[in-house]
């Protein structure tokens, strides 16, 4: 879902910038306390199939603290939720792993 698309409008999401903003965890906080997350947009390269999706959402996924992984096929781009932040350099780990790269 692109940005414009969100409901949210206590998120704004920018290509290459973070936001933190307030989630209710359900699983991990039954009280439905708010915390905070952080995400971060990056594009990935070498993506062409749905296959090349999961696997990037799997690895990224398996990074410590990451909530939420988003990841739109056309145009490389990839939303990632963490509970804290997450360095660039583990999610350039991650998306090598899985067998691609991140644009510059």
């Known amino acids: 879902m692109s940005p414009a698309n969100r409901s949210d409008s206590s998120t704004t999401v920018h290509p290459g910038r973070?936001?933190?903003?307030?989630?209710?965890h359900s699983p991990a906080d039954p009280k439905g306390t708010t915390s905070m997350c952080t995400t971060e947009n990056y594009?990935?390269?070498?993506?062409?199939?749905?296959?090349?999706?999961?696997?990037?959402t799997e690895e990224?996924?398996?990074?410590?603290?990451?909530?939420?992984?988003?990841?739109?096929l056309a145009?490389?781009?990839v939303r990632v939720t963490s509970e804290q932040p997450v360095s660039t350099?583990?999610?350039?780990?991650a998306v090598e792993e899985a067998g691609y790269s991140l644009a510059h």
């Open 18 to 24: 973070s936001t933190t903003h307030p989630s209710r």
């Open 60 to 72: 990224l996924t398996a990074v410590q603290g990451v909530t939420d992984v988003q990841v739109d």
């Open 43 to 56: 594009v990935v390269t070498g993506m062409t199939c749905g296959h090349c999706v999961m696997s990037v």
């Open 75 to 77: 145009s490389g781009q």
């Open 89 to 93: 350099e583990q999610v350039r780990e």
